[in-house]
């Protein structure tokens, strides 16, 4: 989810005529999700600090749409992903160590269709935390999430071509690469080809009967 669903300024009323009935406990609170060294939990407003500080360097933004650029503005964000939960239409995580409370990343999904069967998903983690497995556990931890609890059937994501360590972490969390989007992704005056992957609920089953479970939701 290399373009944020987020737009400063942007966002429009929803009519509840317009949202799926997805009467479900993560609408109301997402539950946490912790398994290894990890532990996602809601985003808070006091996670805005540590969020500008680690997604605002240029590593870290240059294949994504551009995040807020102020404690303010990832405040007014955080707030956003609330209202967006309740109305059944997106979810965002926010990435911490278990013994340590500070957000180091995010983890977001949201619905392309009605039922949210059909979703995307993306990713942002401090490049502090890049190459210690982090990714792989979170990632893991919100597959079940999307899944088991959302119900999703289709998953997919988007990685710009240059994006390589994006590209490999995609692959080896078992994502298929379907097809390349030509000149889809606009950062910084720059248009790049995207990568399309999709995980489905089919090949995840069989992924899953492979290996022990994996998740604790609390």
């Not at 997604?55 to 992903?81: H, K, Q």
């Not at 210690?132 to 979170?138: H, Q």
């Not at 994501?157 to 298929?176: F, S």
Request: glycine content about 8%.
């Amino acid at each position: 989810m290399e373009k944020m669903p987020y737009q400063p300024g942007a966002e429009v009323p929803m009519s509840r005529d317009r949202i799926a009935s997805i009467a479900t406990d993560w609408q109301r609170a997402l539950p946490v999700l912790a398994a290894g060294r990890v532990v996602l939990r809601e985003l808070r407003a006091d996670d805005a600090p540590s969020l500008c500080a680690l997604l605002t360097t240029e590593e870290v933004s240059r294949f994504i749409s551009p995040p807020p650029t102020t404690v303010e503005g990832f405040e007014r964000f955080i707030a956003w992903t609330h209202r967006q939960r309740a109305a059944g239409a997106y979810a965002c995580y926010a990435v911490t160590l278990r013994g340590r409370d500070t957000a180091i990343g995010i983890f977001q999904i949201r619905r392309l269709d009605a039922t949210f069967e059909l979703a995307e998903w993306g990713f942002a983690i401090g490049s502090t935390f890049w190459g210690t497995g982090l990714f792989r556990e979170s990632a893991r931890l919100m597959l079940d999430f999307a899944f088991d609890v959302i119900g999703v059937r289709r998953l997919e994501a988007r990685a710009a071509l240059p994006n390589g360590r994006g590209n490999g972490a995609l692959r080896k969390i078992g994502a298929v690469q379907e097809c390349v989007l030509r000149r889809s992704f606009a950062r910084a005056g720059v248009r790049f080809d995207q990568a399309l992957y999709a995980i489905v609920d089919v090949d995840r089953a069989a992924a899953q009967a492979r290996r022990p479970a994996f998740t604790r939701v609390h």
